[in-house]
């Protein structure tokens, strides 16, 4: 009998633990474990805010090739951006389309395919793209001298956190609670949607606006897209949807999705339900290495 593909879309911190757990529970003389993600490379999402904004020496660590995450003979890493997931009769698989358009067909799927963050933070698909996607930022910030900063979120106040000296040879204005309709990037003034004025503002960064990627669930899996938010989940995350989340909650949501998988997969009831995390945040501050808070 030939084996069925199971299927971690998205090798994030998320993707990746999962992926990590079920080549230790899934029976691999039945199925072929398979990690697709649309980068070759892992990204250290929370590193990001720090190596966009100024050069930083951590920059290589954040990075690592996607290929040793599945150990040999476990199953396989496949690069490839999926534009769509076809379902038959719930639960019974299906199949996903891949830009270009090869299929993989799936017999469980675990959508692991986080978010979409604002530019700066957005590395493109290669590692020489992103390269110098990065570069061009760095070029950007240190030739600025007013940087101005849309969102106050977590994001948002990283960037002057993460680099307090570079951050304080700079003007940094935040705008908060009000919007700015300058696209990211070299500006020369800008003014608010309310009418305030940063005449020498030279530099726009976007802080705001990160939207989970579930719109390839769209059509398959309605039933896990809400109205209001752009995906629900059941506590035993068998909709294929992803909770709103940190990279610190991976461990606790792999160990539910891996044992529930599997247990699908057996025809079982699904042994495992998720009870929370703890929610927190940590902002380095201080001038010399940063303490959290
Ligand atoms: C600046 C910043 C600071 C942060 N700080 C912290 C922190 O201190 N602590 C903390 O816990 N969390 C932090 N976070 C949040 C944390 O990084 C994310 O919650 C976490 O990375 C989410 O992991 P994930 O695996 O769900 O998604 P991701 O890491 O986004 O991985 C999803 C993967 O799926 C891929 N993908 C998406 N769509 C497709 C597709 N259609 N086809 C193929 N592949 C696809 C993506 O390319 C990506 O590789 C921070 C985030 C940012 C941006």
Redesign the pocket.
Known sequence: MSKKNVVV???????TTIVRALTKSLDLSRYDLIL????PYF?H??A??RLATWDDPLGEKAFFDLAQVVPAGKGTFTV????GVAEGAAGAGGELELEGGARIPYAALVV????R?PDF?QVPATAAERDAHLGGWHASFKGAEHVVVVGGG??GI?VPARHPARAEAVGISFVLGNALDAAPGKVSGVTTRDGKSLPDADLVVHAFGAKP?TE?LKGAFDDALTARAPSRSTSSLRSAA?RR??????NTHAAVAAANVVAFLAGKPLPKSYKGSPEM??IPLGKSGGAAG
């Open positions: 879309l998205g090798a994030g911190s998320a993707g697709l993600n649309d980068r990204v999402l929370p990001m805010a490839g951006k999926v534009v692991a395919t986080g978010s963050w933070i977590s994001v990283e990627n390839i992803t989340k940190q990279a610190a909650k991976a945040i940590m």
